[in-house]
């Protein structure tokens, strides 16, 4: 139901565009939001945009770098990365969530336990 996409190996410096397709229940959501894990590390929270409004909200090292988006039409979610560095390296995942309303989005948009539905997850390796 979530089919994440567009990783892959690139050079430190250079840019990737993520793309989420989400089908069935998984695009009946809230919001759609972008997760990051590196080797031997916990997952982290990248970015994450509402599906309606488009209320966006990045992680501190995306912020200026990385910009989410979303196409309501096509149910497709994007993460666009410029400016990457090897710390950026990792498996991302792309996850919709059923917040209740905005004020609970925006209380818990990082909350990895708050996204209901996950896709497989995508590899970006960056090379210094």
């Known amino acids: 139901q979530l089919q994440a996409s567009g990783g892959g190996f690139v050079q430190a410096g250079g840019s990737l565009r993520l793309s989420c397709a989400a089908s069935g229940r998984a695009a009946v959501t809230y919001a759609v939001g972008w997760f990051r894990q590196a080797p031997g590390k916990e997952r982290e929270f990248v970015a994450a945009i509402t599906w309606r409004s488009g209320s966006r909200a990045y992680e501190e090292y995306a912020k200026g770098r990385f910009t989410i988006s979303r196409d309501n039409t096509k149910s497709m979610g994007y993460l666009e990365m410029n400016s990457l560095k090897p710390e950026d390296t990792g498996v991302y995942y792309c996850?919709?969530?059923?917040?209740?309303?905005?004020?609970?989005?925006?209380?818990?948009?990082?909350?990895?336990?708050?996204?209901?539905?996950w896709g497989q997850g995508t590899q970006v390796t960056v090379s210094s």
């Open positions: 996850a919709t969530g059923l917040f209740n309303n905005d004020f609970d989005y925006r209380r818990d948009y990082s909350n990895a336990g708050r996204y209901d539905y």
